[in-house]
Nanobody, 121 residues
Framework: QVQLVESGGGLVQPGGSLRLSCAASGNIFNLGSMGWYRQAPGKQREFLARISRDGDSNYADSVTGRFTISRDNAKNTAYLQMKSLKPEDTAVYYC???????????????WGQGTQVTVSS
């Protein structure tokens, strides 16, 4: 099975930048697209960005132009570069990946444990 571990969260001032990392381990041979989500207190988990194995990416309107997703397949790691951060970006950020179950040819959802990002002066 695939496991995901996020890192890079922390406290940053408004207008600042931060880069999150998501390292995949385990049976990564059938790892599919990877993405980032976030969840603020009292709110639903929100989609931010996704990137395919080939590097095709898409973004939520709320982060387009400020966040950039990238992926290093050799390191089995996805990144989320965030700039021009705002207090409303404060949330727990989660990494997600699709893992193909060969026996059933079905995609399985895999989530990381989350990393806290706090934007405050």
């Amino acid at each position: 099975q695939v496991q995901l571990v996020e890192s890079g969260g922390g406290l940053v001032q408004p207008g600042g930048s931060l880069r999150l990392s998501c390292a995949a381990s385990g049976n990564i041979f059938n790892l599919g697209s990877m993405g980032w989500y976030r969840q603020a207190p009292g709110k639903q988990r929100e989609f931010l960005a996704r990137i395919s194995r080939d590097g095709d990416s898409n973004y939520a309107d709320s982060v387009t132009g400020r966040f950039t997703i990238s992926r290093d397949n050799a390191k089995n790691t996805a990144y989320l570069q965030m700039k021009s951060l705002k207090p409303e970006d404060t949330a727990v950020y989660y990494c997600h990946a699709f893992d193909l179950l060969v026996a059933t040819q079905e995609w399985r959802d895999v989530w990381g444990q989350g990393t806290q990002v706090t934007v405050s002066s």
